[in-house]
């Protein structure tokens, strides 16, 4: 029950904040591209790009991952790589990037408890590892339109499992505007309108119509 003299105008603590939260890519790569049917491979990577630059917004930590980049997969798509180029990208043999020690130590080197996770495929590469950090103690956030499975059922049927472990699906921009939570923070409010008009689709439209027609930004 609610206790009306105890209610503050506080945010939860459940929120993700640039301060308590890493951003893991895992196996953005060509060859698991090729292989995806559950939406729109475009979207996808418009989505990806968007939640790493998000990131990048509010310098919140990230992994990048790769599997069997030089033998089956291909390298990292080039427009994730070239919003973080001095990122280390870890490569690996495992499908569960849990199982590669360099990337758990890399991921407990962030220090953050919150993991917002984005891959492909959902159905193997993200929900092995989402499944292993839950069951260290992880709080895991996965970013559906970032990610995507072989075929729509692979997909859905892998948050679905994900979701019954605890996992809490999100939106890359459901997690840029989380982390902005509020207009007044003018120290990322432009760059997080420009991320907003770059791969917010018409909500991006829109801010360019506000702006043509104001003169001024309008996110909200």
Same mark, same amino acid.
């Given at each position: 029950?609610?206790?009306? *003299? ?5 945010? *939860? ?21 090729? &292989?995806?049917?559950? &939406? ?12 790493? =630059?998000?990131? =990048? ?7 990048? *991952?790769?599997? %069997? ?5 291909? @390298?990292?798509? @080039?427009?994730?790589?070239? $919003? ?22 890399? $991921? ?5 408890? =919150?993991?917002?996770? %984005? ?9 092995? @590892?989402?499944? *292993? %950090?839950?069951?260290? &103690? ?10 995507? &499975?072989?075929? @729509? ?14 996992? $809490? ?19 990322? +409010? ?18 360019? +119509? ?11």
């Amino acid at each position: 029950m609610v206790n009306i *003299s105890e209610v503050t105008a506080a945010p *939860s603590p459940d929120l993700l904040t640039p301060d308590n939260c890493a951003v893991l890519f895992i196996d953005h790569q060509p060859q698991m591209f090729f &292989g995806t049917g559950s &939406g729109d491979r475009t979207a996808i990577i418009n989505s990806t790009v968007g939640l790493a =630059k998000s990131a =990048k917004v509010f310098d919140v930590p990230v992994v990048l *991952s790769t599997v %069997a980049a030089e033998t089956f997969s291909g @390298p990292i798509m @080039p427009q994730l790589a070239d $919003v973080y180029p001095d990122q280390k990208i870890i490569d690996r043999s495992t499908m569960n990037a849990w199982e590669d020690v360099n990337f758990v130590e890399a $991921v407990k080197a962030t220090g953050r408890k =919150k993991l917002v996770i %984005a891959g492909l495929w959902t159905e193997v590469c993200v929900v092995l @590892p989402v499944l *292993s %950090a839950i069951a260290q &103690g992880y709080e895991v956030y996965v970013v559906t339109d970032a990610s995507g &499975g072989v075929t @729509p059922q692979a997909h859905e049927h892998a948050i679905q499992r994900m979701v019954q472990a605890g996992a $809490v699906p999100v939106t890359w921009v459901q997690v840029l505007l989380e982390l902005q939570r509020d207009w007044a923070r003018t120290e990322t +409010y432009a760059a997080v309108g420009d991320v907003v008009k770059e791969h917010g689709g018409t909500y991006g439209l829109g801010m360019v +119509y506000a702006y043509a027609m104001t003169g001024t930004q309008s996110a909200g």
